[in-house]
């Protein structure tokens, strides 16, 4: 073999072994083509070498070069020149984390926050000024409680109004149909704040104020029992309907989106923690028969998840394992499946508790349930005496 025919042969080796380094496919083929134009044996070594240092550079280089085209100079024997291009991406936009919310604009028709809450004001309207007892839950006996004026908590409701098709041609008497609910929720002093339709939030009864949405109910945070949730809780409620067992929200998106941005400032405006955000279903007893599910809205179809907040159906409802209430053959039916798989887990923790109290179960029951009237009976004294001070 020749010494030319060698330096060409280990020329090609060289070329090849450079080109498998190239991980970009179009610079490789460029490398290839820029390389091709020439003769190889023509080639000086000098002039070779040039070309393979200029390609050694440019691997080790490129992971540095900026998002655009960056050219090359022409080497001594006239080789084209490498155009790198890196395309940058489609566009990204960082969303950071609303660390506070604040109110950004007040008017009397309306007020906006800064994630994005809109709130109509036309048809809000005071009621009497929120008080309430709490009751410590590390204290079993505490018959008395501790009074309190912040909102503990929200209890989501359904309007269980007329319901229209949601349609463009139903317009006009979908808009009648709302105005008519808010013109009567607004005498009742029903909710503190209703979501219709269209995903409009509107502000009834004030943050200040009680309103009359959840009178029997029973719900409880890890550290305190709360009876009769007019005083205690924020109610929010949603124009549609609930049917007996329904698994799946009706609502529609626009409403979500509204109940999500007012759900996260009523929380950071309160404090209000996560596990105290529950639907009426939840909290509703019957002080008649003992039993739960007394109101059945949002039993087990709840979109807790969209309004960022965890599922609040995974946990034992307090009424039957802190009150000692009990549910019916109907309930399973009438609830869904979340919300009884909710109430057979708070028997559980009732059957756990009595057991360990060395009581039979309904001896244990028993014993809650006259807890529950003491406390109820300390709630309502406290109601009374605050509305003898306001009629004074």
């Not at 989106?257 to 950071?268: D, G, Q, V």
Request: glycine share 6%.
């Amino acid at each position: 073999m020749t010494n030319r025919k060698r330096r060409s042969r280990h020329t090609r080796l060289l070329v090849g072994c450079l080109a498998g380094q190239i991980p970009n496919p179009i610079l490789r083929l460029r490398f290839l083509r820029a390389l091709m134009k020439q003769d190889p044996p023509r080639m000086s070594y000098k002039s070779r070498l040039l070309v393979w240092c200029q390609v050694v550079l440019l691997l080790f280089t490129a992971p540095t070069l900026a998002p655009e085209v960056r050219t090359a100079g022409r080497t001594p024997n006239g080789i084209a020149p490498f155009s790198v291009v890196v395309s940058p991406g489609p566009a990204k936009v960082r969303v950071d984390e609303t660390r506070e919310i604040w109110q950004v604009e007040r008017t009397d028709a309306f007020e906006t926050y800064t994630n994005g809450l809109r709130i109509d004001n036309r048809f809000s309207v005071a009621n009497h000024p929120r008080s309430y007892l709490a009751f410590s839950v590390a204290r079993p006996d505490d018959v008395r409680g501790e009074r309190r004026s912040v909102p503990a908590g929200i209890v989501f409701h359904t309007t269980e109004s007329r319901q229209a098709p949601f349609e463009a041609e139903q317009n006009s008497a979908l808009k009648r149909i709302g105005e008519s609910l808010l013109d009567y929720v607004k005498r009742k002093r029903a909710y503190n704040f209703l979501i219709d339709r269209f995903g409009r939030v509107y502000r009834v009864v004030r943050e200040s104020d009680a309103a009359n949405h959840a009178g029997n109910s029973i719900w409880s945070d890890p550290t305190w029992l709360y009876l009769n949730l007019n005083q205690s809780f924020l109610a929010v409620s949603f124009e549609t309907r609930t049917l007996p067992g329904q698994e799946e929200a009706a609502v529609n998106p626009a409403q979500v989106r509204s109940a999500a941005l007012l759900t996260e400032m009523l929380r950071k405006r309160y404090g209000i923690p996560a596990g105290n955000c529950v639907t009426h279903a939840q909290v509703s007893v019957n002080l008649s028969n003992q039993l739960i599910g007394y109101h059945i809205d949002w039993a087990s179809s709840f979109p807790f998840d969209q309004l960022g907040l965890p599922d609040n159906y995974a946990l034992p409802l307090p009424a039957v394992s802190l009150s000692g209430f009990g549910y019916d053959s109907n309930f399973a039916r009438r609830a869904g499946v979340r919300l009884y798989q909710e109430a057979q887990l708070a028997e559980q923790v009732l059957r756990e508790r009595a057991a360990d109290a060395h009581l039979k179960v309904p001896t244990y029951r028993k014993a809650l349930q006259e807890k529950y009237q003491r406390q109820l009976t300390a709630v309502r004294d406290n109601d009374a005496g605050r509305m003898d001070q306001e009629e004074e």
